[in-house]
């Protein structure tokens, strides 16, 4: 499955040493930090797909309690 996610790359700096920190709104909890963005965007390409099987988890641990609406919209990802 291919999906895509928006990252905020914040850059700090501590003590003379930058550093990136990403985040995201559609990932809850998501936050990587490392010295370079190449490293920041590998951390956070490893930790978004246990974010998302954690929530994949929880949403169906939840089911018997969700009403479906009977009309929604929801963005569809193709590759080629």
Not at 3 to 22: C, P, T
Not at 39 to 45: C, H, T, W, Y
Request: charged share 25%; proline share 5%; hydrophobic share 40%.
């Amino acid at each position: 499955m291919q999906y895509s996610i928006n990252l905020k790359i914040e850059r700090f700096n501590e003590n003379g040493q930058d550093y990136f920190v990403a985040t995201s709104l559609e990932v809850p909890g998501l936050v990587a930090e490392a010295n370079t963005i190449e490293s920041v965007l590998e951390i956070a390409a490893d930790l978004v797909p246990m974010f998302i099987e954690l929530e994949d988890g929880e949403k169906e641990s939840r089911l018997t309690s969700v009403t479906i609406p009977k009309e929604f919209e929801h963005p569809l990802m193709l590759s080629r």
